[in-house]
């Protein structure tokens, strides 16, 4: 069984960065960023391959968050920078078997960590 456990969030004034991090118990697939406001469906983010060598991220975050992964720590890091009070949600990690955008795919989800961003 895989434990995903998300850290990093908090708030931060529109401009600003966080970086969240997702720690692995176990065996670690593709890993995925989601968020999810109030009142909205859960959203992609970003993903990245088990090896790190393919990642993808929403349009909406493009140029903006960073996905990376690190094996021997078995951790999954969201570097966000610029952020923008639309980026306000709880961000939840995952882990599934194929490199997607699609949440129903990701087998192991995290408790999601809050993200706040203020004008």
């Known amino acids: 069984q895989v434990q995903l456990v998300e850290s990093g969030g908090g708030l931060v004034q529109a401009g600003g960065s966080l970086r969240l991090s997702c720690a692995a118990s176990g065996r670690t697939f593709s890993m995925g960023w989601f968020r999810q406001a109030p009142g909205k469906l859960r959203e992609f983010v970003a993903a990245?391959?088990?090896?790190?060598?393919?990642?993808y991220r929403s349009d909406s975050v493009k140029g903006r968050f960073t996905i990376s992964r690190d094996n021997v720590k078995n951790t999954v890091y969201l570097q966000m920078n610029s952020l923008k009070p639309e980026d306000t949600a709880v961000y939840y990690c995952a882990g599934g078997p194929l490199l997607n955008t699609i949440p129903s795919t990701y087998n192991y989800w995290g408790q999601g960590t809050q993200v706040t961003v203020s004008s």
């Open positions: 990245i391959s088990w090896s790190g060598s393919s990642t």
